[in-house]
């Protein structure tokens, strides 16, 4: 594996924990705070997961297609990190 790659690695996995750490710093703030109870969010997270899932899956299924897929991915942001 080359250095390039090793740095790319490394900085993909300093991303992931970093969004990790914020992630559970915010879902510890809503949940102490009472503006959701935990069931409500695991319920909200898995119906997100869910929908992604068949979203995700749709595309991989009509990825030979020449398809349009600005529905598919409408509200997902791909620039660069913080800059959404």
Do not use: C, H, W
Not at 40 to 65: A, F, G, P, W, Y
Request: aromatic letters at 4%; hydrophobic letters at 35%.
């Amino acid at each position: 594996m080359s250095l390039i790659s090793k740095k790319v690695i490394q900085n993909l996995n300093n991303r992931i924990l970093t969004q990790s750490i914020i992630m559970q710093n915010l879902v510890d703030i809503i949940l102490e705070n009472g503006l959701i109870s935990e069931e409500d969010l695991e319920q909200r997270i898995k119906k997100d997961v869910d929908e992604l899932t068949k979203t995700l899956d749709s595309l991989q299924k009509n990825s030979s297609d020449d398809t349009n897929y600005s529905e598919e991915l409408e509200g997902f942001y791909f620039g660069p990190v913080g800059e959404a």
